[in-house]
């Protein structure tokens, strides 16, 4: 079944795949996988900061070496932190060596079963949900396996229905953050590494055990901020071919900033999304940032 009037989602157990990235019958087994202790997953709601987190734990694991994750013979740093449910990738990561870091977008009931045994570690990074809709405006405007909005209107109410990629952000986090004791795992918001990246990576390499000294340190900080990234062809996908992202649409690492949506939203979306994140979030424990001169 379509998502909505969609071609490119595919309505497959309550989540929307991307038609040609995603094949069922390989979603299908990710929930039967094992898990091995070491095995990490990032798992975000598309736009939430996965290629942000995937370049920090790349440079977490070679303590800051940014040769070693730029390598010439990677188009991106998917090449070496792939997503689980992207075709192809479940056989490779059964047969993958130790320790196997994966992000993902599915939600929690389509994860292996073996991540509730506290086997392996999770990293749930959120976002607050308005930025997370313009950026996927943006995105859904630059990526060619994906509808392109008809405006920003139409965007707005398809995001609100969970018709567009990643389904219905409320579900999503609430599906994970729902089992967040029986599982191993960290929760850290998009806006909390904006503010101070430094204490979040280091709550990182906390979590994971890694042990950095303080350039190492300071290299990973250094390497993984918005400006360094978009220079790296690796860390910012714009080598990642025109059959796949039109750079000239938009940018991956477009403007990396708490409160962009207050430059798309009108008073009216504003009002409409406020009711439904009142009603859908109201026993959510977590706050969020919607504004940079919020914190400033
Ligand atoms: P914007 O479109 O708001 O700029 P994902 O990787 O989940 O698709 O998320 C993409 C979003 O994360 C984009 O947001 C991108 O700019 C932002 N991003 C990526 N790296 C970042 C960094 N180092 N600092 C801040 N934002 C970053």
Not at 89 to 97: L, N, P
Not at 111 to 124: D, F, H, N, S, T
Request: aromatic share 12%.
């Amino acid at each position: 079944m379509l998502v909505g009037q969609s071609p490119s989602l595919l309505l497959h157990r309550g989540f929307p795949l991307i038609q040609g990235i995603n094949l069922p019958h390989e979603v299908d087994q990710i929930q039967d996988l094992e898990v091995r202790d070491s095995d990490v997953f990032v798992v975000t709601f598309p736009k939430s900061g996965t290629i942000w987190m995937q370049q920090i734990l790349l440079l977490l694991q070679s303590k800051g070496d940014v040769e070693l994750v730029t390598k010439k013979d990677k188009v991106s740093n998917a090449d070496l932190m792939p997503w689980i449910e992207s075709f192809g990738q479940v056989q490779e990561f059964i047969t993958a060596e130790s320790p196997r870091f994966r992000v993902s977008h599915l939600p929690y009931y389509l994860m292996p079963a073996a991540l509730c045994r506290e086997k392996g570690k999770v990293i749930y990074v959120a976002r607050n949900p308005k930025d997370v809709l313009v950026s996927s405006y943006h995105f859904h405007k630059m990526a060619m396996m994906l509808e392109t909005p008809a405006s920003f209107e139409d965007f707005f109410q398809k995001f609100m229905k969970g018709e567009v990629m990643g389904g219905n952000w409320f579900q999503h986090i609430k599906s994970w953050f729902a089992h967040k004791d029986d599982l191993n795992m960290m929760f850290l918001t998009y806006e909390e590494m904006l503010l101070d990246l430094t204490s979040s990576v280091k709550r990182l390499a906390d979590f994971l055990g890694i042990e950095l000294t303080q350039d190492q340190l300071q290299n990973v900080v250094k390497h993984s901020t918005f400006n360094n990234m978009k220079k790296i062809p690796q860390a910012n996908y714009e080598n990642v071919p025109r059959e796949l992202l039109d750079h000239h649409e938009s940018s991956f690492m477009r403007k990396g900033t708490i409160g962009d949506w207050k430059n798309h939203f009108t008073v009216a979306q504003n009002h409409q999304f406020d009711e439904v994140f009142q009603r859908e979030m109201k026993d959510f424990p977590v706050t969020f940032t919607w504004d940079i001169r919020d914190v400033s």
